[in-house]
Structure formats: C-alpha cells, structure tokens
C-alpha cells in the first residue's frame, strides 16, 4: 500500500530507500552521569533502520546546550566514541541516520548548567516552559537566562562545527540543525523573543544572522552541504516565542538555507492535524519554494501524519518525504506495516522520557504474513 512513500529518494548526498523518515524524539535514555549513549539506545535505533532516514534525536552540542536530564550529547570524546556503537548498529542493518544537533538556550535550569550557572539566550526573558532536571522527570521552571554578549557568539558557533566534526567522526550520514521548537536558534530568529540591539537583532537580516552563521560553520565543518538539514517549525507558538510575520521570517531563512546548498529543509508543520491552523496551506509552500528555488534539496514534512496522508501529500508534491514522529515510538518496523497497511500500535506517553528498555526498544517487530492477513 501507499506506494508513493517507497520511491527511493535522493536527499544531497544520501540515497533514501523510501520516503518513511523518523522525526528526532527526545527520550532521555543516555547513562549518566556524563550523557553518553549506550547499548538500548543502539539497539532502539538499529530497529528502526528500515526508515528511509533516520533523524536521531536531539543532540546538545555543548555543555551549555543542555535543557533536559539525560538527554545524550555530542561534546565529549566518551560520547562521540558512544555514538559510533550506535550508527555502527544502524548501518549494519543497513539503515541511515544523522543527528540533529541542539542548543536549548533558555530553555534549560541551572541545576543541568556547568557551574550552576544561568543558561544563555538572545535575551534575559525567561523561558515559561518547564523541564525536568533529574531522574524523578518532574517538572521545574526553567531558569531566567542571561543574554549572550556579542563576543561570545562566534564561540557558540563553534560549538556547532565542533560538534559536526564529531558527528562526522561517529559514523553519521550527515546532521540536523535544530532550529525549531523555541530553543536557541528559534530565540533568534523570532521577533517574538529577539529584542536584541547588536547586529544578532533588530532586523530580520539580524536576526537570521545567527541561524545562518551555524548553518554554514556546519557545511564547512562536515565539508559537504550535502550532509546537512535544517528543521524549523515557523507556525508552532508557544508563548512569547512568536513571530510577527512568520512566512517573511522563515521564506528568508529557507532562501539563505538553499543557497548554502542544503540537503533538505524539514518543518514541523502542526502536532494536530484535526485542528490544522490554516496558515499552514500558504505559508509552508512559500517557505518550501524559497528553499528550493535558491538551490536547496529536498523538504520534509512532518506533524500529526497518518501513513494515508503521507502518501497523499507526496503524491500531491506538497513534501519530498514525511518524517513520522511518535508512530515510530511502538512501530520499530513501521515502514513493514506501512506497506501492508497496518496494524499500528499507539505510543504510550508514560514511556516517553526517562527509564529504560520498557516502552523503548521493548516492541516486537511483526510478523508480516500472519498479521497482515489477521
Ligand atoms: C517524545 C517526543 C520527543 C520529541 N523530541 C524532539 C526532538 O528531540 N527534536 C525535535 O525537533 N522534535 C522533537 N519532538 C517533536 C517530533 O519530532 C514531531 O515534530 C512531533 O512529534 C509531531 O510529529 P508526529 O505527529 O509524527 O509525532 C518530539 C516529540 C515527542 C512526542
């Protein structure tokens, strides 16, 4: 069935089998201390290889990136070393997979801060989201943030270069910059939360500036534009992170995007696709035709898909590939039940962050010919 999401996709310089992605999720299962990948998380990955590529979840890119316990990094040797036992896994299944790399900014608490100290932002307004900071993933008000200076940008791009050089090192098929979802990147670039008055704001051109500086110290990092996405989520807003004209705001940083070369551009389009906010129809085709007519690759869609709307949108053209999210959580073989049209299991949220194999890497695959026909 749907057999427009098994064409084979070329995604720069990666070969897609299909068009079934997996959408990076936070589930707070690296050993600590220290944010390490380990065996479950191989294991969880390995399972999913049969996704035409996989996002891998988000990736702090240095201490200071952090927002949420135990989520794995890729800032130390012991990481990088970690996270090649996990792309080893994945190839040998024959799958693909890139990371997706993350600074939280405000959007942390001092307690998973180095030296306690407050996290950084483009501002000192606090984040009003909460997260959790220890092993009982309770839920605590983020710490107001303290606005970076000017001087200490180019050491907060750097992190991400460095950061791409590990990846590269750990055996991924390329990178995500996480620009979405009210962490750093989207603090700059939304005009909602950027009040800056150096040339980081103000302006739209300021305020890409940052977004666009990361984007292109990754390409040269990684050495080949064609390894690295970028995933936004321009009509999702939360709070003061808003913009006052999100499809000038994100047509503008999709335009600088494809003209760095990217392999694709991925948005988060909505999380509830009954209550589909109608901007969605003209802004994200806007945003899409930016990025590719300035000479980016492939877009992704992503938000609240069944596998029939899948198809119909790649059918449609309205995406080059749907990266599926939280089906993939309790579907390990999801492309597998895909073709045969089901059974879905539904994922189970008590299971989403934290603990170990249960709800993790705990679901059978099944097995094709009896279910199918079940
Ligand atoms: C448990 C969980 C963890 C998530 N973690 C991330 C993440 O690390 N990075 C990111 O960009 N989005 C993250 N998201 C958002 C998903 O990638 C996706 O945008 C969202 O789940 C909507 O897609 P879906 O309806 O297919 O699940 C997460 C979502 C869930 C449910």
Request: overall charge negative; hydrophobic content about 15%; glycine content about 28%.
């Given at each position: 069935m749907h057999d427009a999401l098994f064409n084979p996709l070329t995604v720069g310089s990666i070969e897609a089998p299909n068009r079934i992605f997996m959408a990076p999720l936070t589930r707070s299962r690296s050993s600590m201390p220290g944010n390490v990948p380990n065996d479950i998380m191989a294991d969880y990955y390995a399972q999913r290889a049969g996704s035409g590529l996989i996002i891998a979840e988000a990736t702090p890119v240095s201490p200071r990136g952090h927002g949420y316990y135990a989520t794995p990094g890729v800032h130390t040797d012991a990481q990088e070393a970690a996270w090649k036992k996990v792309t080893d896994a994945v190839h040998a299944k024959g799958g693909r997979i890139v990371l997706q790399l993350w600074h939280v900014g405000r959007v942390s608490h001092s307690a998973l801060q180095p030296n306690n100290e407050p996290p950084v932002s483009s501002t000192n307004a606090p984040s009003l989201s909460k997260t959790y900071i220890d092993s009982t993933f309770e839920r605590y008000e983020n710490t107001p943030p303290r606005i970076l200076e000017t001087d200490e940008i180019p050491g907060v791009i750097q992190e991400f270069a460095d950061a791409t050089a590990r990846a590269k090192r750990a055996g991924f098929d390329g990178v995500e910059i996480?620009?979405?979802?009210?962490?750093l990147l989207d603090q700059f670039t939304r005009d909602g939360v950027n009040k800056r008055t150096d040339h980081y704001g103000g302006s739209l051109e300021n305020r890409l500036r940052l977004p666009l500086e990361v984007a292109r110290a990754v390409v040269d990092a990684w050495g080949d534009a064609g390894r690295v996405g970028y995933r936004i989520s321009p009509l999702s807003e939360h709070r003061d992170v808003v913009d006052s004209d999100p499809r000038a705001t994100f047509s503008a940083l999709a335009k600088g995007l494809g003209e760095l070369g990217l392999a694709y551009l991925h948005a988060v389009e909505t999380w509830d696709r009954s209550n589909l906010d109608p901007r969605v129809k003209s802004v994200i085709p806007a945003i899409v035709e930016s990025f590719k007519n300035a000479g980016g690759g492939v877009y992704i869609g992503n938000g609240d898909y069944s596998p029939e709307q899948a198809a119909q949108a790649v059918e449609s053209g309205w995406v080059d590939a749907i990266a599926f999210g939280r089906l993939w959580i309790p579907n390990p073989d999801l492309e597998t039940r895909i073709k045969l049209g089901g059974p879905y299991r539904e994922p189970d949220q008590?299971?989403?962050?934290?603990?170990?194999?249960?709800?993790?890497?705990d679901f059978e695959p099944l097995n094709a010919g009896e279910e199918a026909n079940a």
């Open positions: 996480h620009g979405a979802n009210t962490y008590s299971t989403f962050y934290g603990g170990g194999a249960e709800g993790y890497n």
